[in-house]
């Protein structure tokens, strides 16, 4: 059987820890080694996560473009994860071509069945900076608790989802200016409430999710989707294709999900690895890839058969 494993994207600003590792890159590399040993087909793939306003925030504090910080930070993580001894099959970047030319293309197919609307909404415009400003460019109190760094899309104290305009106190991210206006701008939205009953439809019927998994799926879906705005005043990430808007990107949260799809395409594409069954030896080639080189009869075992003994010993030391 073959199985793609994925993990969440490490977001490229900030270098990655122990916490990052356990919390998501471990558990899918431990179960990737299990299936491997299993006989299993396995590709595990990953990439840095360089889209969206934080990318371009954290290179401006290190008076870097966002190219060359994303590109130097790429390497860094690259490195940290060959050290801890990932065993990445593919490890890429949701900034690639590759990317943004499938994200271009779910955009349009979407587009082309009715699932996209271009709206005119109130955002925040920066006179200092004259710019639009995207939600997390945006910071002031929240008008729930009080936090006085809360961003423009949730307040990180409350976990109270905000709109930019909700702040009190206002501020631009990039210069501190308070010389900030309302102007109407458009967008584009991607219309969730007209494919609620197909995804209803589609939960009810996976046959393999656990009765959580659905639950908490289901408890969205009876909440209402609602429709949302996949596009921000930024100038790194996937170019919006339609002539009447050419200065936005489509946002990150559209991107992160099409990576895997796109890690997917270019690995087979390119022939990146394979896995000789003869020998037991998995292969791969250095192509913004890990090489861990492992030999399965080599990999320490993931479960270790327990005697009697201690099996005893630790129902004494654990009480049960």
Known sequence: MKHLITSALPYINGIKHLGNLVGSMLPADVYARFLRQCGEQVLFICATDEHGTPAELAASEANLDTASFCQNMYQIQLDIY???????DYFGRNSSSYNHELTQNFYQLLDKNGYIEEREINLIYSLDDARFLPDRYV????????????????CENCTSVLDPTDLIEPRSAISKSTKLEVRKTKHLFLKLSALSDEVRNWVEQHPNWSNLTKSIALGWLNEGLQDRCITRDLSWGAQVIRTCINLIRIYAIVQAPILP?????????????HIDRTTNIRESVNFEALQPGHKFDLIPPLFKKLEDEEIKALSIKFGS
Do not use: W
Not at 144 to 150: I, P, Q, T
Not at 261 to 273: E, P, Q, R, Y
């Open 82 to 88: 060959r050290r801890f001894g990932l065993s990445f």
């Open 139 to 154: 910071i002031g109190t929240c008008p729930h608790c009080g936090y006085e760094s809360a961003r423009g899309d949730q």
């Open 261 to 273: 799809f796109t890690s997917s395409k270019l690995f087979d594409a390119l022939h990146l690895s």
